[in-house]
């Protein structure tokens, strides 16, 4: 498992720096840091398993498709709700994507 691993070595590597020291210390000062980890776990976690359903109830493709749209309907709120300059190039890889997002769609179904 991918996620173990990373977990492993993400540990290993923060037993080896002496950072996982300044977490537990800082943690203890401050209990809510392990409430915002666990949060932050079950959130992630929760992500981890819609995406892997996703990928067995409708395969790689449409599940790329999805992901993709996703991303870009959060840059575009991003946009609605922080405003900040639209560029030319902006619209112009938005259409690349959307594009490219259509292709892979249309091949699949042919």
């Given amino acids: 498992n991918t996620n173990a691993a990373g977990f492993a070595?993400?540990?290993l590597y923060m037993l080896l720096s002496g950072s996982?020291?300044?977490v537990i210390s800082t943690?203890?000062?401050d209990p809510r840091l392990f409430l915002y980890l666990i949060c932050i776990?079950?959130?992630l976690s929760t992500a981890v398993l819609a995406y892997t359903k996703l990928i067995n109830a409708s395969g790689s493709v449409v599940t790329v498709a999805v992901s993709t749209l996703r991303k870009c309907t959060t840059v575009?709120?991003?946009y609605l709700l922080f405003p900040k300059?639209?560029?030319q190039i902006h619209v112009f890889s938005?259409?690349?994507v959307l594009i490219g997002v259509m292709v892979g769609t249309f091949c699949k179904h042919n």
Avoid: T
Wanted: charge should be negative; avoid cysteine.
């Fill in 9 to 11: 070595l993400l540990l």
């Fill in 41 to 43: 776990g079950l959130g």
């Fill in 20 to 22: 996982l020291v300044d």
């Fill in 85 to 87: 300059p639209l560029l």
């Fill in 94 to 96: 938005g259409m690349l």
């Fill in 76 to 78: 575009l709120l991003s």
């Fill in 27 to 29: 943690a203890v000062v």
